[in-house]
């Protein structure tokens, strides 16, 4: 009986659990324009996916034209880095880590890749990455990209406010008046 009752707690206990597909300490857009190797925008020119050398991980690529870097340096084309794809029918669906699609426009926080100097990360996950489009005014948008199997949460435990669209020109303003703040040189 007493092992019955083990196994029903245990059971009870993982439908507690909320089913999230991946966690991640949430990142102020004032500490990702702080830490931020460079703040970009640009057009995503070609996306691929490919097993690393072990043969276990997949990984993307995408190449992205850099239009305007707000922050820090980077070259007119930047290769970014991030987990999870399809390749031959495999699909790795990492749920909190950046997606591209070529032809959309982006502005993305960026962080050297230490596991490949040749390319870049998106810092703070889908935090740094900002999906661009017109509204019916013709102003262009940044709508956070954060999906919904990704839990945000605070240093305190709490989960994190979601991020709101803004405008790109006051997220533009907001990125350098951070960067400045934090002694960073702004373009």
Known sequence: MRRWQSFLG???????VPASGSTF???????????????????VLQVESFWTRSGQII???????????IV???PSVVIVRTFGG??????????GFPTFTK????????EKDRANPDATRVLGYQEGQYR??????????????????????????????????????DL????RESARQAGRPVN
């Open 25 to 43: 300490l949430h990142m102020s857009r004032a500490e990702l324009a702080k830490k931020a190797s460079a703040v970009v925008v640009g057009n």
């Open 172 to 175: 533009r303003g907001e990125i």
């Open 132 to 169: 661009l489009a017109l509204d019916k005014a013709g102003r262009e948008v940044a709508f956070p990209t954060v999906d919904a199997g990704a839990r945000l949460l605070t240093a305190e435990g709490k989960a994190a406010p979601p991020a709101r669209p803004l405008l790109l020109d």
């Open 10 to 16: 245990v059971g009870l206990l993982l439908l507690a």
């Open 72 to 74: 820090g340096e980077a």
């Open 103 to 110: 032809g959309e426009r982006l502005l993305l926080f960026l």
């Open 59 to 69: 990984v993307t690529e995408a190449m992205v034209e850099v239009e305007d870097a």
């Open 86 to 95: 399809t390749v031959n029918g495999y699909t790795v669906e990492a749920h």
